[in-house]
């Protein structure tokens, strides 16, 4: 047997039926920008977050962005996010105008790790951009006490913890196809309860509305109507992800790998650390798995970023050459699951 990393097939002809109608009602409507389908979409979304305010945009890349100037960041500005995230976060902060500064992580959760962010806030320091990073909640607690004694925004990038993040200030969620919730292409919203924030947000998505100026990145129509149809999918799926995790923890605590730690998860993915993580790979690879690397290189060891690199980013940079991501998402059989053990205890 081989299994795939990821089989979005599989979702689609789960709702076919379901995104069929959505889509006949988006053209026998045929509106196509704004209207009744983009609001109840983020009317439901900001409600499945338990926040007040849910702005619809073009792409989780643009969420981030839109979600910093709508809190009041902008060129001059440094945002501190984690050293081993991908890059659209710092494409994000980078597009809001502001300047993006490098902090480590906790070895265990891969999150920001709240002594390495303190040391790198600076008089310039405007925001902290925790990254939820596989669907892991980030310890917010300590990040909160930061921002509260130096005056900072707290802007989420939760593009990978749908279903899990208690939005604190302002979040950024993607619904990139492949995430947790995704759209049937590009996507994201800006998701808060402070109504000036959403406010301007809402500006800013839609050339600045005369008092700034900004682009345009709207939510289409379209996808929001096919985003309201599996958001109602999502608290199963997030369920079945962590069943599958849960299993994967069970079978895998006897081998010396690393695994997730336990706790409140989207589990967007299931990364597992090995000193040994490329001969792991091509073990499984052999074996008819399919797995990712998520991601393997800290965001200062690609070259349009470099100038981002500082002393004391260590974890992140162990973890690039340590992590592996093995197939995990809502439709994967339990059969596939056990070819996966199988093959990751086989060595
Ligand atoms: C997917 C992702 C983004 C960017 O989202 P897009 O919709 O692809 O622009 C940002 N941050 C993280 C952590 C992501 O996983």
């Not at 707290?154 to 279903?163: K, L, N, S």
């Not at 008819?288 to 260590?314: I, K, M, N, Q």
């Not at 070819?339 to 990751?344: D, G, H, L, S």
Request: glycine content about 8%.
């Amino acid at each position: 047997m081989t299994v795939p990393f990821l089989d979005l097939r599989r979702e689609t002809e789960e709702l076919r039926s379901e995104l069929r109608a959505a889509l006949e009602a988006t053209l026998d409507e045929s509106r196509f920008v704004h209207g009744e389908a983009v609001a109840a979409f983020e009317r439901g979304f900001a409600e499945f977050c338990g926040a007040r305010h849910c702005v619809g945009v073009g792409s989780g890349t643009d969420a981030l962005a839109i979600a910093l100037r709508a809190a009041g960041v902008g060129p001059g500005d440094e945002v501190i996010t984690a050293a081993n995230t991908c890059i659209p976060t710092v494409a994000g902060i980078s597009a809001s105008g502001a300047t993006p500064v490098l902090a480590d992580v906790d070895r265990h959760s891969l999150t920001l790790d709240a002594s390495s962010v303190a040391d790198a806030i600076s008089p310039r320091t405007r925001a902290l951009m925790p990254v939820h990073l596989y669907g892991r909640r980030v310890e917010l607690g300590p990040l909160v006490t930061l921002a509260h004694e130096n005056g900072l925004r707290i802007v989420e990038d939760a593009a990978q913890a749908h279903g899990v993040v208690d939005v604190v200030d302002v979040a950024a969620f993607s619904f990139y196809p492949t995430k947790n919730l995704g759209a049937l292409g590009d996507a994201g919203a800006i998701v808060t309860s402070d109504a000036d924030t959403a406010e301007r947000a809402r500006l800013l998505r839609e050339y600045g509305g005369g008092t700034e100026r900004a682009g345009q990145s709207r939510l289409d129509t379209v996808q929001a109507a096919v985003l309201s149809v599996k958001l109602s999918h999502v608290p199963r799926w997030n369920a079945r992800r962590r069943e599958l995790a849960a299993h994967y923890s069970d079978a895998l605590g006897g081998t010396p790998l690393g695994l997730p730690p336990e706790g409140p998860q989207a589990h967007h993915l299931y990364v597992v650390r090995s000193g040994e993580r490329d001969a792991l790979r091509r073990r499984l690879s052999e074996r008819g798995v399919e797995t990712l690397v998520h991601y393997d290189r800290a965001v200062h060891h690609h070259s349009a970023w470099a100038e981002l690199a500082r002393p004391g980013l260590d974890e992140s940079e162990r973890a690039a050459a340590e992590v592996l991501s093995l197939p995990l998402y809502p439709q994967l059989t339990d059969d596939e699951a056990e070819t996966v053990i199988e093959a990751v205890l086989s060595g």
